[in-house]
């Protein structure tokens, strides 16, 4: 999709202009189950196995016929004889016969002729003299020659039925869902030893400014440490990415294009160069996005991060083009158009399907005051009780208070906040109390 650049864009033509130049998610892979976890489906899960796999019992306790338990009560318990034991791991290999019971333990299959079971804790054993031992205790020690029945179960009591959970064949997952641990339980639990999943988008980070040195580094009269390079990986690992390192360029075109055609060479899917995308004398990123590829946004109508450039690089290799994103040099204007247009756009490639963040309800406890025409992003704190449960009025909305200065090279307020609070283009201060929307950062 190409734009024109001679005026700025809204944050949906932006986003709307980076999703459609993606062709389609990067290629799939197939991998163990247990290896599986944050990684995305690129096809359905189909359970192997039904859920139970045959009926087992839901508690230890004794398998029995509810019929031989229908008048059994405290005053007149029923006697069974214990013909049988069936703990976990085994299945009983004869059938239960009326007047009987066989001990069992949680988990272990039902065996034929059983309907119901009875918890240990509603029996008393008896010895083969028919001496009682202690009441309700555990299901363990050696097996008695006949229980008591306290009480009448109806049958189905305690049995976890054959594919009560699911059935073998049923499609569990679907693709484009990022697999957290109760999936990777969900899809093991079914019989699914292996997953296809889309393979790790590779993402190269490339910070500029002859200014920037790695942290630790000696700044001496002019320089500052880089925040960009290790923050935006960082981002990009949450994304679900595999983060490539390119270092600090100079403000010089051929380092640029230097480490671009590298990370190129090197099969990257996506690059993001951290400054040098503005008017400025040495800003060059913009002709080094232009030299190895195309250049299809420039500016847009946002707070903070106004300059933002995007486009599509060829790889030497062939395949689809990579994504190039330019991203503001200030801290927290590349943090804030890596959440607006490259974190959508790396979930695409990713093959996930939900590419924003759901939007929350907020009302803000103090004024805010932005630029006129742009849409902000405010970096705020939700107030919490003691248990950090994040308060709300009685609306529903969460109290959200500022984090700190908004300036766009403000970190500190950044690392504080635990949420962005947008502010419409069209309102230049909001008063305490306002109703705004809210974008959580702590979700993956």
Same mark, same amino acid.
């Given at each position: 999709?190409?734009?024109?650049?001679?005026?700025l864009?809204?944050?949906?033509?932006?986003?709307?202009?980076?999703?459609?130049?993606?062709?389609?998610?990067?290629?799939?892979?197939?991998?163990?189950?247990?290896?599986?976890?944050?990684?995305?489906?690129?096809?359905?899960?189909?359970?192997?196995?039904?859920?139970?796999?045959?009926?087992?019992?839901?508690?230890?306790?004794?398998?029995?016929?509810?019929?031989?338990?229908?008048?059994?009560?405290?005053?007149?318990?029923?006697?069974l004889?214990?013909?049988?034991?069936?703990?976990a791991?085994?299945?009983?290999?004869?059938?239960?016969?009326?007047?009987?019971?066989?001990?069992?333990?949680?988990?272990a299959?039902?065996?034929?002729?059983?309907?119901?079971?009875?918890?240990?804790?509603?029996?008393? &054993?008896?010895? %083969?003299?028919?001496?009682? *031992? /202690?009441r309700? =205790?555990? #299901?363990?020690?050696? @097996?008695p020659? $006949?229980?008591?029945?306290?009480?009448s179960?109806?049958?189905?009591?305690?049995?976890?039925?054959?594919?009560?959970?699911?059935?073998?064949?049923?499609t569990?997952?679907?693709?484009?869902?990022?697999?957290r641990?109760?999936?990777?339980?969900?899809?093991?639990?079914?019989?699914?030893?292996q997953?296809?999943?889309?393979?790790? &988008?590779?993402? %190269?980070?490339?910070?500029? *400014? /002859?200014?920037? =040195?790695? #942290?630790?580094?000696? @700044?001496?009269? $002019?320089?500052?440490?880089?925040?960009?390079?290790?923050?935006?990986?960082?981002?990009?690992?949450r994304?679900?990415?595999?983060?490539?390192?390119?270092?600090?360029?100079?403000?010089?075109?051929?380092?640029?294009?230097?480490?671009?055609?590298?990370?190129?060479?090197?099969?990257?899917?996506a690059?993001?160069?951290?400054?040098?995308?503005?008017?400025?004398?040495?800003?060059?990123?913009?002709?080094?996005?232009?030299?190895?590829?195309?250049?299809?946004?420039?500016?847009?109508?946002?707070q903070?991060?106004?300059?933002?450039?995007f486009?599509?690089?060829e790889?030497?290799?062939?395949?689809?083009?990579?994504?190039?994103?330019?991203?503001?040099?200030?801290?927290v204007?590349?943090?804030?158009?890596?959440?607006?247009?490259?974190?959508?756009?790396?979930?695409?490639?990713?093959?996930?399907?939900?590419?924003?963040?759901?939007?929350?309800?907020?009302t803000?406890?103090?004024?805010?005051?932005?630029?006129?025409?742009?849409?902000?992003?405010?970096r705020?704190?939700?107030?919490?009780?003691?248990?950090?449960?994040?308060?709300?009025?009685?609306?529903g909305?969460?109290?959200?208070?500022?984090a700190?200065?908004?300036?766009s090279?403000?970190?500190?307020?950044?690392a504080?906040?635990?949420?962005?609070?947008?502010?419409p283009?069209?309102?230049?201060?909001?008063?305490?109390?306002?109703?705004?929307?809210?974008?959580?950062?702590?979700?993956?």
């Amino acid at each position: 999709m190409s734009i024109e650049t001679d005026r700025l864009l809204s944050v949906e033509e932006a986003r709307r202009g980076v999703v459609e130049a993606i062709g389609g998610p990067v290629d799939t892979e197939t991998i163990a189950t247990a290896e599986a976890l944050g990684r995305v489906l690129a096809a359905p899960v189909v359970a192997a196995v039904s859920l139970p796999p045959w009926d087992n019992s839901a508690m230890d306790g004794y398998a029995v016929r509810a019929a031989d338990t229908a008048t059994a009560s405290e005053d007149a318990p029923s006697q069974l004889s214990v013909t049988g034991d069936v703990p976990a791991g085994r299945a009983a290999t004869e059938a239960i016969e009326p007047g009987t019971a066989f001990r069992i333990a949680t988990g272990a299959p039902v065996p034929a002729g059983a309907d119901a079971v009875v918890q240990v804790e509603s029996t008393t &054993p008896l010895d %083969a003299d028919g001496r009682p *031992g /202690d009441r309700g =205790r555990d #299901a363990s020690g050696p @097996l008695p020659a $006949a229980i008591l029945v306290h009480e009448s179960v109806q049958p189905g009591t305690a049995v976890r039925a054959r594919g009560s959970d699911l059935e073998q064949g049923a499609t569990l997952l679907e693709p484009g869902r990022r697999l957290r641990p109760s999936a990777i339980a969900l899809a093991a639990g079914a019989g699914v030893a292996q997953l296809e999943v889309y393979r790790r &988008p590779r993402v %190269a980070v490339l910070a500029t *400014g /002859d200014e920037v =040195r790695p #942290a630790g580094e000696q @700044l001496g009269d $002019a320089g500052i440490p880089d925040a960009n390079g290790p923050g935006l990986r960082a981002l990009v690992a949450r994304a679900g990415c595999e983060p490539i390192d390119l270092g600090i360029a100079r403000d010089e075109l051929d380092d640029v294009l230097d480490r671009l055609r590298r990370a190129l060479d090197e099969g990257a899917d996506a690059l993001i160069i951290s400054g040098g995308v503005s008017v400025g004398p040495y800003d060059v990123v913009k002709s080094a996005i232009e030299t190895v590829g195309r250049m299809d946004l420039w500016r847009v109508a946002v707070q903070p991060g106004k300059p933002f450039a995007f486009g599509t690089a060829e790889r030497p290799n062939g395949g689809t083009p990579a994504l190039v994103f330019g991203l503001p040099g200030n801290p927290v204007s590349s943090f804030v158009t890596f959440e607006l247009f490259v974190r959508p756009a790396l979930r695409r490639l990713a093959g996930r399907r939900d590419l924003l963040r759901p939007a929350e309800k907020a009302t803000l406890l103090e004024p805010v005051r932005k630029s006129h025409g742009r849409r902000a992003f405010i970096r705020v704190i939700a107030e919490r009780d003691d248990a950090g449960t994040p308060l709300r009025n009685t609306e529903g909305r969460v109290k959200v208070r500022l984090a700190g200065g908004q300036g766009s090279h403000v970190i500190s307020a950044l690392a504080k906040a635990d949420a962005l609070a947008i502010i419409p283009e069209a309102d230049d201060e909001l008063a305490a109390g306002t109703p705004v929307a809210l974008w959580w950062l702590d979700e993956a």
